[in-house]
């Protein structure tokens, strides 16, 4: 009949909680290292036309995208202020918004594949005929970084009132995350026509 009745000092338990911060999102995966290029040895009794020799390593793959950081908690609305005979209890304040997850670094992309030398014998009247390309072992891309996190609204300034439902102030965002690094890129394989190392084209 009388109303509240404060039997101790009043504590911070009015208040509305602060809202939880965002997790962090996970790395990227890394991206494989690209396939060998085996040591090969080719031998030729006779050649008639052209031959094309292409030696090539294999590529790096892609490393994987950052994960998105998760958006920050909203904060807890407080409690209205309570009448007693002792006294005016409150209001409690309003819970701050937690802040955004930090976005996950991207994946390192993966290193091109190693070569190994390539040896060729042939009659040395067709060597002309011989035609010969090595291609570099291009790295992988690195991958995209996650996007960081919102921030949580702050709680409402009245019970009852859904924090989504007035302009409440937002926590800090989350930090995007970095991207991967590139992959090494590995070069093509040395050709060796008849013992003599050939310059043939190179390609990437």
Known sequence: MIGYVL????DLRMDGADGSPGAAGEAGSPGRTGGATKIAEVTIGRLSGTLLLLAAGGAGGSGGAGGDGGDGGDGGTGTPALRTPTGVLGPGRQGAGGHGGDGGAGGKGGNGGISSNVFISLPPASAGQLRVITVSGEGGRGGVG?????GGRSGAPVTGVRPEDVESPRAAPGCAGPDGRNGLRRPGPAVFVNGRRVEGETRS
């Not at 039997?7 to 009043?10: H, K, Q, T, V």
């Not at 996650?146 to 919102?150: A, E, K, L, T, Y």
């Open 146 to 150: 996650g996007q960081g996190g919102r």
């Open 7 to 10: 039997s101790e000092p009043p």
